[in-house]
């Protein structure tokens, strides 16, 4: 009987536990690490950040689920792995025959002065606990409201869903006419997000901040922070009463402790998201390494969306469970194309990019584009209800799910290996 570890209850660890143990069944044993005993679905907690609705509503209980769907659940904390003997250091020692670490990553405020400790975030539930108390209070007393991004984020719809969110949060209140509203971002232009080259993405996104009232500006690097001001590397400086930034992640410090990472702590992963160079290690989600696709005044990063992780995770139990035998089947690799909907308040956006990874050889995408309407808030509503259904469930990736994304939206979620998958690093 072998013993997979899966490091991480988040999008990609909890999905992956559930998708080994419908590959494997009972004839090996699936084991999961969390710091923390609920399962928290990230892309809901702009919502919980502005207070209209609560934490729990976008929470799981882990242990009750493990439980439930026959997988071992382990707290704690990870604090090194030994991947030539194969095991696990927490509060005890773990061994592995395989392991999937999906830890996600972790914040990294350090590198502006100031980020984190007089901005708000809404990457984490103790921090958006924190922002929604905060903001709350400066409705009481409103002043300037500075929203974006740091040098080296990678994913920026949350923050455009914040600041379109929190400006509609503010005309509800009636108190639109007392705050000015900034978005400022690394990126090159409003709606780059990250992946350039989207069709409509800067129109549509560029047209719905101008209709709001929102100044924004781009190229923007923000090089620190005090209390009430932001300061820019061209000298700029933008007071605020309340500001949420997004930091640039970097990877979870075992990863690096242990030898793993590179030097920013991501996972060095093959297309089959197996280890560059243990094989029985596999990366899914933010922990992983993606080549960079941007080349910009400003540094910023590779999205990695919450679609991406789920088809990463997929493929990573899948090819475990043909590494054991337990499926007659090719290796898959996930195609790492993308769907976000975007909230925005009385519309929506959704970006779509297919692959969000261009091909290597030809720089192109099959295609990307952004479509506007009010039915992506109702279809990212309707998606959350959904995906917290098949977590307690206990269903990963289910075929339906897979044949809904293609019909409606021409996206697949992996392809089967080719030989240069098995040896070639992602999009290096």
Known sequence: MAQIVVIGAGLGGLPAAYE???????????????????????????????????????????????????????????????????RIYTHETL?????IIASGAELANDLV????????????????????????????????LVVGAAPGTGCFGPAYEYVLLAEADLRRRGIRDQVKITYITPEPYIGHLGIANMAHSQTLTEALMNKRGIATLTNAQIVNISSDHIFLADGQSFGFAYSMILPAFRGAKFVKASGLGNERGFLPVLPTMRHRDYPEIYGVGVSVHLGQ??????????????????????VAAHNIAVELGSIAKPLQVPTLEAL??????????????????????????????????????????????????????????PWFEKLGLRLLFGLSMSRPAMAEDIVQPVNV
């Not at 209980?61 to 439980?67: E, F, G, Q, R, S």
């Not at 990457?123 to 209070?137: D, F, G, I, Y």
């Not at 192109?364 to 309407?373: E, H, L, V």
């Open 113 to 144: 002065p100031g980020l984190g400790i007089y901005t708000h975030s809404i990457c984490t539930p103790s921090h958006v606990l924190e922002a929604r108390t905060a903001w709350e209070t400066f409705c009481q007393q409103p002043g300037d």
């Open 340 to 397: 976000c909907f975007a909230e925005y308040g009385d519309t929506g956006i959704a970006y779509i990019a297919a692959p969000v990874l261009p091909d290597r050889l030809t720089g192109k995408r099959r295609y990307s584009y952004a479509i506007k309407g009010i039915w992506v808030n109702w279809a990212k509503a309707a998606f959350e209800k959904y995906f917290l259904a098949k977590m307690r469930l206990g269903v990963g990736l």
């Open 95 to 99: 061994n592995y025959d395989y392991l």
């Open 293 to 314: 696709i941007n080349d910009t005044q400003v540094s910023i990063g590779t999205p990695k969306s919450g679609q991406m992780t789920e088809a990463m995770a997929m």
């Open 20 to 86: 080994l143990r419908h590959y494997l069944g009972k004839a090996h044993q699936v084991i999961l690490i969390s710091e923390f005993p609920q399962f928290t679905f990230v892309p809901g907690l702009v919502q919980v950040g502005l207070g209209h609705i609560p934490l729990d509503h976008m929470q799981l209980n882990v242990p009750m689920l493990a439980k439930r769907h026959g997988f071992k659940w382990v707290q704690g904390k990870v604090q090194k792995i030994d991947p030539l003997q194969k």
